[in-house]
């Protein structure tokens, strides 16, 4: 018997998604990716849709994936810069909510304070996205999980090590949708940048400071030390984390031939991963980079086209 998934209504955060709705809009991610392959084209199933995107930060892969994920699917999508829209300063975060959601049927935001993704959610009548906030990255996570699947042919069982910024936003999601799968996670982090307790006691990662976490791992996983908004922690940062860069002596150390590389971008190249290996032939930045959009499309055609996740 096939049991219904229930439907999502936003994509604020990965606790709010099941494991079930999460490999839902994996295999609807593969679908589109498939048809877009197979007919060099996607039905317009978002035609006459527009998404709005409101941005406090800068971005490259949130911006263009999602713009070129609802032209591909038929619709529509703008770009609202950090000074258009003063979230929060020029006018409050519900009413941006309501005048938007007369407009467009669907709202991407990427802020600072998570609590305005949240705020935009509850006031907004159209579904609301969270493309990067300081607390977590869902989007990110979801294309990652999509690209380990697509290059390994499996999920579960595989073991994943962050290494890097532990508490940071990619780190937070990937933690989160990892542990939905059935992978298992280590987070390899100097002490004062782990994952917060509380979601380390719930997902049962291992969590080290100690490099030989990265043995036997099937994927080596790394962000920026110092993320948007942290910019003056940059020289702090920089005294810490060097010791925790991906470079070929730790791809070495994973004694693992067929390891997938990974990062977010964007890469501080020389900082947190070396060219050598960014550009090596373990690494699926591009590849997961390209994959932002085909995992997003699932999240549209879900959202706005109510294509349900099977
Ligand atoms: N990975 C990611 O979100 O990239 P942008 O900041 O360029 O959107
Ligand atoms: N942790 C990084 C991710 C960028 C996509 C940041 O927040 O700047």
Redesign the pocket.
Known sequence: MNTVIPALSDFLDLQYVTAEQFWGLLRLARELKDERQRLGQNAPILAGKALALIFQ?????????FEMGMVQLGGHAFYISPQEVGLGTRESVADVARVLSGYCDGIMA?VFDHNHVLQLAQSATVPVIN??SDFS?P??ALADLFTVWEQAGRLQGLTLAYVGDGSNN?ATSLIMAASKVGMKVRVIAPAGYLPDPALVAESGILVTSDLEGVAGVDVLYTDVWTS?GQEAEREARLRVFPPYQINRELVARTGNPDLLVMH???AHRGEEITDAVADGPNSVLFPQ?HN?MHAQKALLAHLIANIPLK
């Open positions: 930060k800068p971005s490259l892969r949130t911006r263009v994936s990427r493309g990067l990255h989007c990110q990619v948007m977010c971008l964007p980079a932002r």
